[in-house]
T-cell receptor, first 115, second 114 residues
């Protein structure tokens, strides 16, 4: 077990709605990254937070936004949900900026279904 | 453009057989990780390779990092049904700047038949 927990584990939303996913990082890890994983594919990087600031972003539209709190937990918010947003959303925590090390420890994911 | 290409995409083998999964890129990586993911779960870290030419063994799994740090392989000896899962390579390209933008490979789905 990695110590990274995500909630909820499953969620069904209607197109156009908004959703908030939550992640508690592993103790001592102040960097949190979010990924979207479509069925049968590898995870796609959404963005990363380090010390409560966005520290890098992948090719996702602005309706994907996030927050990181002082205790390093994090939220992923998605507005105006589209059917293609249906996926497994993964949160990963890591130690920051370690040269030569990018080990990330993942939560179990939140399965979002948009209908 | 996918930075990390894995092959094969799918593999179905009999218990006891050997297999190799490849992870290739045109970019140089400062380090590379291999993960295994089971359905409905998050990826679980198997190993990190850092040095070009490095070989690491984890029981029946052997991981190798290419000399130029652009590719890696995972070899499984005498596969077991418990090895079934999605195998992912991941790394941070050296050009990604000061933050850890980890890129994942396309994944190899392995099925080991008893």
């Amino acid at each position: 077990e990695t110590g990274v927990t995500q909630s909820p584990t499953h969620l069904i939303k209607t197109r156009g709605q908004q959703v908030t996913l939550r992640c508690s990082s592993q103790s001592g890890h102040n960097t949190v990254s979010w990924y979207q994983q479509a069925l049968g594919q590898g995870p796609q990087f959404i963005f990363q937070y380090y010390r409560e600031e966005e520290n890098g972003r992948g090719n996702f539209p602005p309706r994907f936004s996030g927050l990181q709190f002082p205790n390093y937990s994090s939220e992923l918010n998605v507005n105006a949900l589209e059917l293609d947003d249906s996926a497994l959303y993964l949160c990963a925590s890591s130690l920051p900026h370690l040269i030569g090390s990018t080990e990330a420890f993942f939560g179990q994911g939140t399965r979002l279904t948009v209908v | 453009t996918q930075l990390l290409e894995q092959s094969p995409q799918f593999l179905s083998i009999q218990e006891g057989e050997n297999l190799t999964v490849y992870c290739n890129s045109s970019s140089v990586f400062s380090s590379l990780q291999w993960y295994r993911q089971e359905p409905g779960e998050g990826p679980v870290l198997l190993v990190t390779v850092v040095t070009g030419g490095e070989v690491k063994k984890l029981k029946r799994l052997t991981f190798q990092f290419g000399d130029a740090r652009k590719d890696s392989s995972l070899h499984i000896t005498a596969a077991q049904p418990g090895d079934t899962g999605l195998y992912l390579c991941a790394g941070r390209p050296r050009r990604s700047g000061g933050y850890q933008k980890v890129t994942f490979g396309t994944g190899t789905k392995l099925q080991v038949i008893p």
